[in-house]
């Protein structure tokens, strides 16, 4: 049974709020020409930042929109006219990125929690089942799956060797091992071992540590050259996601409902920045001036880089568990309470909304003048504007 196909009432029903309240209709997008042309690398690159050089797009519309077997909570793929991406049922689907129809779709044994990474014409995707698979990015063919001793819920950088004859795929797992594997046939090239799971998407600082938050409640920092150990930093309660970094900075929620700040050659956090009652779920996203990042008590905080203190929050009617683009012009997120919001970095006012009708947990995925996010009842969304 094909369960992708037009969703015809989400597109009668989905709108645009502005600030002033009132709907705009939905015509036809025409996308502006955009200066990021894939979203290949989850958070949007190596540095995992989740920010674009392009203004974010005016007059939004649901562009298109599709149905696939379960709701999807792992952000989406963009790259070569495709978007990648997985469901709780455990399938993963490749649909064409102007139009929405399928193009390919495959099934693994179980949920897809993970978002996928695409490059050298292949497309790697963690599921819990246990395996990491690698697929042609044109065919879902597959070339070789990895299998671990746990799930995989976090997605993978590539990054080259270091005689740069190799091409690697290092990927986090839940049995709380982080793993160099080569992507021509999955064999590994390191291992690093943690002493608890690890959710998040690794990072990569400044070309050559591996970065990632572990629920050992550290930061572990790795020489990407063979996978041995350059530091670890201790904060006070488990690493529950992806980091963000820039530049020596890495910054981390955890369990104890902080987002912390370190700086991967120090041995104690620069600071931490605390919501005693509510906890943070989502990856942050992070500019020269603030980190901005989702909460259940349902705002959207932005935090001063430098200081750690609240710059300011953004109230919506649910938890933000999804991760943030911050474009040069504003910051987008969803929300559990149905809409895509995008905001003004500088203050946090509203700039536009836009209704989908189901509830957001995962990260937005942005390129070619387009937002695609996944939603609670199965849906696909990607929003386009002028």
Partial sequence: MN?????????????????????????????????????????????????????????????????????IVGDAAIADGAVFVGTVMGTFYSV????????????????????????????????????????????????????????????????????????WIVVNGYDGICRALRTKDGTEAWIYETAEQINGTPALVNGKNIVLGGCDARVHVIDVTNGKAVNEVEVEAEIIGTVATMGSMVYSANYGNQLVAVDISKKDPKWVYED??????????????????????????????????????????????????????????????GRVYAVDPVDGKEIWRVDLGEGISSDLAFANGRIVVGGSDGTLFCIGGQ
């Fill in 3 to 71: 369960y992708l196909y037009p969703n015809l009432l989400a597109i009668c029903v989905a709108h645009v709020l502005v600030t002033a309240g009132t709907s705009l209709a939905a015509p036809e997008a025409q996308n502006v020409e955009s200066e990021t042309k894939s979203w290949a690398i989850p958070r949007g690159g190596n540095a995992l930042q989740g920010r674009v050089p392009d203004r974010i797009p005016r007059k939004p519309v649901v562009s298109w929109d599709a149905v696939l077997d379960g709701p």
């Fill in 96 to 167: 064409d990125e102007r139009s929405g129809k399928l193009r390919w779709k495959v099934e693994t044994e179980d949920t897809i929690e993970a978002p996928p990474t695409v490059g050298g014409g292949r497309v790697f995707i963690g599921s819990s089942d246990r395996y990491l698979y690698c697929f042609d990015q044109k065919t879902g063919k597959e070339l070789w799956k990895y299998e671990a001793a746990d799930k995989f819920v976090g997605g993978g950088l590539l990054v080259q060797s270091p005689d740069g004859k190799e091409s």
């Fill in 276 to 337: 005693k009652d509510f906890g943070f779920y989502a990856a942050p996203a992070v500019t020269e001036e603030h980190v901005f990042i989702g909460s259940r008590d349902k705002h959207l905080h932005a935090v001063d880089r430098e200081s750690g203190k609240r710059a300011w929050r953004f109230k919506t009617g649910s938890r933000i568990d999804g991760g943030a683009i911050v474009f040069k012009d504003a910051v987008a997120f969803g929300s559990g309470d």
